[in-house]
């Protein structure tokens, strides 16, 4: 199962950005979801989850009131939707979803299937 996930880009300091993924079909609405992203020479590291619903979500320290995960079961997608991005935000983001962990799972290996990522750069 592979997840398709798109929207980065580069954009300046304090710019938004929205973030797209389109989720496996067959589970979908069963499915947590998550972000995660990636900076060069760094782990992989949790950024948000949404339970199935929608209804209760988890952010990173780093990025509460700034970031904001939702979903639409109707298409099967997620999104990330950044403000006041910061230079430290740049990475490459991943969506994943089937969480197999504890709630939210901050591991990478917490969560079952992943997309390819996107690029997001910002630039100061």
């Known amino acids: 199962v592979q997840l398709q996930a798109s929207g980065g880009g580069l954009v300046q300091a304090g710019g938004s950005l929205r973030l797209s993924c389109r989720g496996s079909?067959?589970?979908?609405?069963?499915?947590?979801m998550a972000w995660f992203r990636q900076a060069p020479g760094k782990d992989r590291e949790f950024v948000a989850a949404?339970?199935?619903?929608?209804?209760?979500?988890a952010y990173a320290d780093s990025v509460t009131g700034r970031f904001t995960i939702s979903r639409d079961n109707r298409k099967t997608m997620a999104y990330l939707q950044m403000n006041s991005l910061k230079p430290e935000d740049t990475a490459v983001y991943y969506c994943?979803?089937?969480?197999?962990?504890?709630?939210?799972?901050?591991?990478?290996?917490?969560?079952?299937?992943w997309g390819q990522g996107t690029q997001v750069t910002v630039s100061s």
């Open positions: 994943a979803q089937d969480l197999r962990a504890q709630w939210p799972g901050h591991s990478p290996n917490a969560y079952r299937y």
């Open positions: 079909r067959r589970t979908f609405n069963d499915d947590e």
């Open positions: 949404t339970t199935w619903s929608g209804v209760t979500t």
